[in-house]
C-alpha cells in the first residue's frame, strides 16, 4: 500500500501524463520530433515489407503463368501438373508453425533475411534444371515454399506492432493487397519472359535480383528489433499514471506460456477457428483457380476454334497475361472494397467482419459457376465472371487477418497466424491443385481423348470449386455468432 501511495503521488518523469491529460502539459519538442521520426520509421518499415510480399507472391506464381510449358517441357499429366504446386504448399504449411514459433521468441528481422535469401537463391538455381531431372523441380518448389514460410507467418505481426488499431487495418489492407498484385506480376512476368525470349527458365531469373534487393532494403531499413505490441496489454493504469507492467519481472514471466498452451487457447476461440475454415476454403477456390485457369481458358478457346491447339515448346501465353492483369486489378480493388465495408459497417454492427466475408464468398461461388458454365460458348464473358469472382474472394484477405488479430491476445499472434496458415494450407490450396488435376485425369479415362472431352473433364473438376466457396461462406457466418465474446476475452 505504501509503494503504491509513492507511486501515485510521485510516479517517473517518463511515465508521466498520457491520454487527455497530457494535452493540458507542456510538450517537449524532442519528444515530438521522436514521435515524428518513429512514424516516418514505422511507414518505411512497412513499405519494405510490401515490397517483399510483391515478390513472395510472384515466385508462387511463375508455375502457372507458364504451364502449359512446364507439362510440355517434363511431360507431365494433369495429375502430375497440379502436384508442383501441392509440393510448393506442402513445404509452405508445414514450416509455417516452426517460423511462427521462432517469430514469437526470437529476433525477426534475421528469420525475414534469412527466409528472402534462401528462396531467392533457390528460385534462380531452379532455372537452371533440364528436363531429364524433373524430380529435382519438384524438389526446388518445396524449399521455395519453406523460404516463403519465414516471411508470410513473421511480416504481419511487425506490422500489427507498429500501428494501432486504426492505421493497423489500413497498413494490412495496403500489404495484403500485394498478394494479388504480385500473384498477377508472377503470371505476367512469367509469360512476358517466356514470351520474350523463347525459353520460360528466364521467369526464374528475375525475382531473385528483386529478392537480392529487399534483402539490403530490410538490412538497412528496418529496425533490429521492433516494440511488441504486447507491452501496450500489460500497460496498469494508476490513478492517471500509466506504470509499464513488462518492467516487473513476475509479470514478464506470467506473460510466457508454452507452445503447447497457446494451441490449446486457440483451440478454444472460437472466432478463431470458423474463420480459419473460412480462409482454408477461399485458400482452396484461390489455389485451384490460379494453378488451373490459364489452362483452362486455353481448352475453352481450343474447343471455340480461337486458338490452334499447341503442338510446340514454346506455347502462347496471352491467357496468363490476361489472368495475370485481372489479378491485380481485382485484388487492389477487392482488398480496398473489402477494408473500407469493414470500417464503415462496424460503426454499426459489431459483427461486421464475418459478414461481410461470408456474403463475398457466396458471390464469389455464384460467379464462378456461371464463368464454368458459359466457357464452352461464350470466352469473352467467362473472362468477365472469373475477374468478378476473383474480385469478391480478394475482398476477404484483409478483413480475415484483421479478425484474427483482434480476437488472439498479441503474445500469441504469431503463432495463431501459423497455425492458420497451416490448417488453411494443408485442407484447401495444398491439396486443390492436385485434386481438380487428378478429378480431371480420371474423368479424361473415362473417354478417347479428345480437345472436347479434356476441356469437359477440367470444367467439371471446377465445379468442385464452387460448392467449397459455398462451405466458406457458411463457415464464417458461424463466426459471427462468437466474435464479439471472443473479442472481448482477447482485450481482457
Not at 151 to 157: C, D, K
Not at 430 to 444: E, W
Not at 448 to 463: D, H, R, T, V
Amino acid at each position: 500500500a505504501h509503494e503504491n501511495t509513492a507511486l501515485q503521488s510521485r510516479p517517473p518523469l517518463e511515465e508521466l501524463n498520457y491520454g487527455a491529460t497530457a494535452a493540458h502539459k507542456r510538450q517537449d519538442p524532442s519528444m515530438s520530433g521522436s514521435r515524428n521520426s518513429s512514424a516516418k520509421r514505422g511507414y518505411l518499415t512497412a513499405a519494405v515489407l510490401c515490397y517483399a510480399n510483391l515478390i513472395n507472391f510472384m515466385d508462387w506464381f511463375l508455375v502457372p503463368g507458364i504451364l502449359l510449358d512446364v507439362q510440355q517441357y517434363f511431360d507431365l499429366s494433369d495429375g502430375d501438373t497440379g502436384l508442383l504446386q501441392t509440393v510448393f504448399i506442402l513445404c509452405y504449411m508445414l514450416a509455417a508453425p516452426i517460423f511462427g514459433y521462432l517469430g514469437d521468441r526470437y529476433n525477426r528481422k534475421i528469420i525475414l533475411g534469412a527466409g528472402i535469401f534462401f528462396w531467392s537463391g533457390v528460385t534462380l538455381a531452379s532455372s537452371f534444371i533440364t528436363e531429364l531431372y524433373y524430380w529435382i523441380f519438384f524438389l526446388s518448389r518445396g524449399l521455395v515454399g519453406i523460404g516463403t514460410a519465414s516471411y508470410s507467418t513473421v511480416a504481419p505481426t511487425i506490422i500489427a506492432d507498429l500501428f494501432e488499431e486504426g492505421k493497423r487495418t489500413t497498413m494490412l489492407s495496403i500489404f495484403y493487397i500485394f498478394i494479388p498484385v504480385g500473384s498477377g506480376l508472377g503470371y505476367v512476368l512469367a509469360a512476358g519472359m517466356a514470351e520474350v525470349t523463347g525459353d520460360w527458365h528466364w521467369a526464374f531469373r528475375i525475382t531473385p535480383c528483386m529478392g537480392g534487393l529487399a534483402l539490403v532494403l530490410l538490412i538497412l531499413l528496418v529496425p533490429h528489433r521492433t516494440q511488441r505490441r504486447i507491452a501496450a496489454h500489460r500497460a496498469l493504469s494508476i490513478s492517471g499514471t500509466i506504470r509499464v507492467a513488462a518492467e516487473k519481472p513476475g509479470v514478464q514471466r506470467a506473460a510466457k506460456t508454452t507452445w503447447c498452451q497457446d494451441i490449446l487457447s486457440l483451440g478454444k476461440n472460437w472466432s478463431f477457428v470458423w474463420s480459419s475454415l473460412g480462409l482454408t476454403a477461399m485458400a482452396f477456390v484461390t489455389g485451384a483457380l490460379g494453378m488451373w485457369i490459364p489452362l483452362f481458358l486455353y481448352r475453352a478457346q481450343v474447343v471455340q476454334g480461337i486458338v490452334s491447339p499447341c503442338l510446340q515448346d514454346s506455347c502462347n501465353s496471352s491467357n496468363s497475361l490476361i489472368f495475370g492483369g485481372i489479378t491485380i486489378g481485382t485484388g487492389i480493388l477487392g482488398v480496398i472494397t473489402g477494408a473500407e465495408a469493414a470500417r464503415r459497417l462496424r460503426k454499426m454492427n459489431n459483427k461486421a467482419d464475418p459478414l461481410i466475408c461470408a456474403t463475398s464468398m457466396f458471390m464469389s461461388s455464384l460467379c464462378l459457376y456461371i464463368a464454368l458454365m458459359v466457357a464452352q460458348t461464350n470466352i469473352l464473358s467467362t473472362f468477365i465472371f472469373i475477374a468478378f469472382g476473383e474480385l469478391f474472394l480478394s475482398v476477404n484477405w484483409a478483413v480475415v487477418t484483421d479478425i484474427l488479430l483482434y480476437v488472439v491476445t498479441p503474445r500469441r499472434q504469431a503463432t495463431a497466424i501459423a497455425l492458420q496458415i497451416l490448417l488453411s494450407h494443408l485442407l484447401g490450396d495444398a491439396g486443390s491443385p492436385y485434386l481438380i488435376g487428378v478429378i480431371s485425369n480420371a474423368i479424361q479415362d473415362k473417354k478417347a481423348l479428345s480437345f472436347l472431352w479434356s476441356f469437359w473433364s477440367m470444367q467439371y473438376s471446377f465445379i468442385l470449386c464452387a460448392f467449397v466457396g459455398v462451405c466458406g461462406g457458411g463457415f464464417f457466418l458461424l463466426t459471427s455468432f462468437y466474435i464479439e465474446e471472443d473479442r472481448k476475452e482477447a482485450e481482457r
